[in-house]
């Protein structure tokens, strides 16, 4: 019974702060990969921890942080009222462009404040940024730990259940698949959103005033996003500014159209082709199906809302591994066996099967 309550108090914490778990997690097992290249010049897990946060993670952060912060300046320029509800099934428009500029307005209002407003001024403000600071602090102390104790906690559960169980076949699998889901998808975000800005701000620079591209920056970010749903990848954005750039060729001046078709070109080929034919696979090496991880991550935004793009492949993971190792075995009547009876050609294999 009390293991039961505890269990039950854990469950209800975990819910409260399930996005910030999430997003730890999975920036954990997109920073193993690096981490483990860093254990080799040094043997202290702590250190080996450290330089991945300092060299890899918490640059990534700062630069999509600078990135949202750029972009909301011209939020308002994209987000119609049909943009608007189109997304609010995978993100809380008005709570995304308020919060930060609420903060900003009340920082603002501090400063030409008088004194009696000063206080209570003051206050919200650091509500609003001890809040956020709160749940980034969580997210770096779980990747840290993760990184440092990962190998511990893996070995203890090894000891616990032993290698030629199908618990660790199951752990194992799951493991090595989220590691491949969200190591490639990291790394292509980041080189996306790269690219992305890069591309967009350079055409901007060549293309005439009636043709450029409005918030450069904000459209990259969200191309950059948009690149962790497979094949998916940048066309949700880079389609619609396409279409935007054609319509206003076709007012303005028919002979510019070769402006669009040159922007969709360059984009179609270096921020969807190559990075999907040459990046993702080869960041990935094992496979799971695209189409599955489509409806994991469409329907995981859907359900859980901006965490589930992230939650979504945990599930999507866990359900498999758990078809391949379980769920089979018991519909035939047999033991559970370490070893997968069905969906060979799908996810990871359990350690045994890796190591032989």
Request: hydrophobic share 55%; proline share 5%; net charge negative.
């Amino acid at each position: 019974m009390l293991v039961f309550v505890l269990a039950l108090i854990l469950l209800v914490i975990a819910h409260a702060f399930v996005g910030t778990i999430v997003f730890g997690v999975f920036f954990y097992y997109a920073m193993r990969p690096i981490n483990r290249h860093i254990r080799r010049f040094t043997n202290a897990r702590r250190l080996a921890a450290v330089i991945t946060l300092i060299l890899v993670f918490i640059p990534i952060l700062l630069f999509l942080t600078y990135t949202f912060l750029v972009g909301l300046e011209g939020l308002d320029m994209v987000l119609t009222d049909q943009v608007r509800e189109a997304i609010n099934p995978y993100v809380d428009v008005s709570r995304l462009t308020e919060e930060p500029r609420t903060v900003l307005a009340l920082t603002e209002q501090l400063r030409q404040s008088e004194l009696q407003g000063i206080l209570s001024t003051s206050i919200e403000v650091v509500l609003a940024v001890s809040n956020a600071l709160v749940h980034l602090a969580m997210i770096i102390a779980i990747v840290y730990y993760l990184l440092r104790d990962g190998a511990r906690i893996e070995a203890w559960f090894r000891e616990e259940v032993g290698t030629d169980s199908a618990a660790y076949a199951y752990a194992s699998a799951v493991d090595a698949d989220l590691e491949t889901v969200y190591f490639a998808n990291v790394i292509a975000i980041v080189m996306i959103t790269l690219g992305s800005i890069a591309w967009y701000n350079l055409y901007n620079a060549v293309a005439p005033s009636p043709m450029s591209i409005p918030v450069p920056t904000l459209l990259a970010l969200l191309t950059g996003i948009s690149s962790i749903i497979p094949i998916v990848v940048g066309k949700l954005v880079y389609l619609p500014i396409t279409a935007y750039l054609a319509i206003l060729a076709a007012q303005t001046n028919s002979r510019l159209l070769w402006y669009p078709v040159l922007f969709v070109a360059v984009a179609f080929l270096f921020l969807d082709i190559i990075p999907q034919t040459f990046l993702q696979p080869y960041l990935a090496g094992r496979k799971l199906h695209v189409g599955l991880m489509i409806f994991a991550y469409v329907f995981g935004g859907l359900f859980f809302g901006w965490y589930g793009l992230f939650l979504g492949p945990i599930i999507l993971v866990l359900s498999l591994q758990a078809i391949r190792l379980v769920v089979t075995d018991l519909l035939r009547g047999g033991p559970v066996t370490p070893r997968p009876t069905a969906a060979h050609d799908l996810g990871s294999d359990p350690a045994l099967d890796r190591d032989e």
